[in-house]
């Protein structure tokens, strides 16, 4: 029988290419969005993945959409907490509320989820969670302190708790993509972009293919002896 997957974000940019890639390696996968129900819709109709609306960093929305999920398709043994926000300004113009936007949804979001479904995965005997870093939650970027604490604190909480899966065969890895040809990423002034690709050493974006299939690899069956690792896909622009 195929393994549940749910992958948080995933009907558009890099969730958009991991649901297609985990549903082309034969897992049943079910595609987290937030909002925008017409994109959401058309995605599904395309691709026969079935989609899912809640609120990541909400823990109740979160533990409602678990038990249906659970219940309508089965347990989840595969986790991709991809979903993420930017809310981008300097501290000294950053609001509370941009900074708890972010964390919420970011890094609030790997604790829902995972908390929500750890249980079952070590019941079983096997889980694969990967969670969704950044190339600026390792190197940091100027404008985006809410946003690099979150992706950096994915980083440590992916560590900790792959300690604590190890024993119940449940793995927990991270990978930290750098700038990916995305819309999120496509919406950045021209001349900025430019500088960007400048500072990346393979010379151009990466595209979320590429990201996907370093979920493809972290979430294999025989993938068993990978925790607790961060997977950076970034064209060599950050090395360490």
Known sequence: MARIALVTGGTRGIGRAISLALKQHGRTVVANYGGNDEAA???QAETGIKVWRFDVGDF?????????????????????NNAGITRDGTLARMSRDMWDAVMDTNLGSCY??????FDAMR??????????GSINGQAGQYGQ?????AKSGIHGFTKALAQEGARFGITVNAIAPGYIDTDMVRAVPADVLQKIVARIPVGRLGHADEIARGVTFLTADDAGFVTGSTLSINGGQHMY
């Open 41 to 43: 819709e058309a995605f």
């Open 60 to 80: 109740a929305a979160c533990e409602k959409a678990v038990e249906r999920i659970t219940a309508e398709v089965g347990p989840i043994e595969i986790l991709v």
């Open 112 to 117: 829902n989820l995972c908390k929500l479904t």
């Open 123 to 132: 019941a079983a005997k096997f889980g694969r969670v990967v969670n969704i």
């Open 145 to 149: 302190v809410n946003y690099a604490a």
